[in-house]
């Protein structure tokens, strides 16, 4: 437990040491974000603000997890699938903010890229760790073997929970905050799991994602950027896999999910129908449209998100006393 909060405590330190060496730079390079036309007319004075910073939070993850994990290979799976969508995200962001071409990396790169993601995570873990083809089932308590199925579910995992956290990421603090919340949730889960070097990595997550609060928080001073978003999202769905729990992750990432649902329901309300049933989506917009403040919005997905952590690990709670 103590080597936890040495990885948090660390990971926190050098993002805050880290911030005002890296955002400077940020601010030198030109790496301001653009805001869509479309969006909140209050969000038109974050435009130049620097983003990318995402590299704030892979660095203040990477040093404790390397230091205290002792190169366990579940971490180092776990660090490459989160730096390999990071990647993704820098490339997709450098592509937007430095050469100027708005729609970023196409569709069938970003694609590709999760792929070999997702090929890597399932193949490694299922046959290198023994991890096998089966999935923890929430309450009931058991493991369901999914055989070829379970690689197309990995896929679907790893593609569903980077872009809902890449969603998410569209005001301050918003998913630096609920990822927080989410990994300290995954940090408990692993422990449950006897996977005490995947919580540490866990913990580190926390760590950075709080640290990086400190200057991502209403009114922001960098932003995250797909560089971030991407790798938050990635580094959850690993150890969900890793920790057998795709399906947990639904529920400790219930914002997540909400926030990628409204965008599926407004697309295809308004195809269909002609009409929206959201004032904007992702739902945080249509909240302030409706004349919430931008932290008010933030602070209530904040408490929803610790609600979900909660409901999950009373859900871990049940099923270790017998399921239903």
Same mark, same amino acid.
């Given at each position: 437990?103590?080597?936890?909060?040495?990885?948090?405590?660390?990971?926190?330190?050098?993002? +805050?040491?880290? /911030? !005002?060496?890296?955002? !400077?730079?940020?601010? #030198?390079?030109?790496?301001?974000?653009? +805001? #869509?036309?479309?969006? !909140?007319?209050?969000?038109?004075?974050?435009?130049?603000?620097?983003?990318?910073?995402?590299?704030?939070?892979?660095?203040?993850?990477?040093? *404790?997890?390397? +230091?205290?994990? $002792?190169?366990? !290979?579940?971490?180092?799976?776990?660090?490459?699938?989160?730096?390999?969508?990071?990647?993704?995200?820098?490339?997709?962001?450098?592509?937007?903010?430095?050469?100027?071409?708005? =729609?970023?990396?196409?569709? %069938?790169?970003?694609?590709?890229?999760?792929?070999?993601?997702?090929?890597? =995570?399932?193949?490694?873990?299922?046959?290198?760790? @023994? #991890?096998?083809?089966?999935?923890?089932? *929430?309450?009931?308590?058991?493991?369901?073997?999914?055989?070829?199925?379970?690689?197309?579910? +990995?896929?679907?995992?790893?593609? $569903?929970?980077?872009?809902?956290?890449?969603?998410?990421?569209?005001?301050? @603090?918003?998913?630096? /905050?609920?990822?927080?919340?989410?990994?300290?949730?995954?940090?408990?889960?692993?422990?449950?799991?006897?996977?005490?070097?995947?919580?540490?990595?866990?913990?580190?997550?926390?760590?950075?994602?709080? @640290?990086?609060? #400190?200057?991502?928080?209403?009114?922001?001073?960098?932003?995250? &950027?797909?560089? @971030?978003?991407?790798?938050?999202?990635?580094?959850?769905?690993?150890?969900?896999?890793?920790?057998?729990?795709?399906?947990?992750?639904?529920?400790? /990432?219930?914002?997540?999910?909400?926030?990628?649902?409204?965008?599926?329901?407004?697309?295809?309300?308004?195809?269909?129908?002609?009409? %929206?049933?959201?004032?904007?989506? *992702?739902?945080?917009?249509?909240?302030?449209?409706?004349?919430?403040?931008?932290?008010?919005?933030?602070?209530?997905?904040?408490?929803?998100?610790?609600?979900?952590?909660?409901?999950?690990?009373?859900?871990?709670?049940?099923?270790?006393? &017998?399921?239903?």
């Amino acid at each position: 437990m103590q080597e936890l909060l040495y990885a948090a405590v660390m990971a926190f330190a050098i993002a +805050i040491l880290a /911030g !005002p060496v890296v955002i !400077p730079m940020l601010r #030198r390079m030109k790496f301001g974000q653009s +805001i #869509r036309e479309e969006g !909140p007319e209050r969000h038109y004075a974050k435009a130049g603000t620097p983003t990318m910073g995402g590299v704030l939070i892979l660095l203040a993850l990477v040093v *404790p997890s390397l +230091i205290f994990s $002792g190169n366990n !290979p579940e971490v180092l799976l776990a660090l490459f699938v989160t730096l390999g969508h990071g990647l993704i995200g820098f490339l997709d962001d450098f592509i937007k903010v430095v050469l100027k071409r708005s =729609l970023g990396l196409k569709a %069938r790169q970003k694609l590709l890229g999760q792929i070999i993601m997702a090929v890597a =995570l399932s193949y490694i873990a299922s046959i290198y760790f @023994g #991890r096998g083809t089966d999935l923890w089932i *929430p309450v009931w308590g058991a493991n369901v073997d999914f055989g070829a199925l379970y690689y197309l579910l +990995i896929f679907l995992v790893l593609v $569903g929970t980077t872009n809902a956290v890449n969603l998410t990421d569209g005001l301050d @603090g918003l998913a630096a /905050g609920t990822t927080t919340v989410a990994a300290l949730a995954y940090a408990v889960i692993s422990l449950y799991f006897g996977k005490p070097h995947l919580a540490l990595f866990c913990a580190a997550l926390a760590g950075a994602c709080l @640290g990086f609060l #400190r200057y991502n928080a209403f009114p922001a001073k960098v932003f995250m &950027g797909d560089t @971030g978003s991407l790798a938050l999202g990635g580094a959850l769905a690993a150890v969900a896999v890793m920790t057998k729990t795709e399906f947990l992750l639904v529920i400790v /990432g219930g914002v997540f999910v909400i926030e990628a649902l409204s965008v599926i329901i407004q697309v295809v309300s308004f195809k269909s129908t002609g009409k %929206r049933v959201f004032k904007m989506s *992702p739902i945080h917009h249509h909240f302030e449209l409706s004349g919430w403040t931008e932290t008010k919005v933030v602070t209530v997905f904040w408490l929803a998100g610790t609600l979900f952590a909660a409901i999950a690990l009373s859900i871990l709670a049940v099923s270790r006393a &017998g399921g239903i």
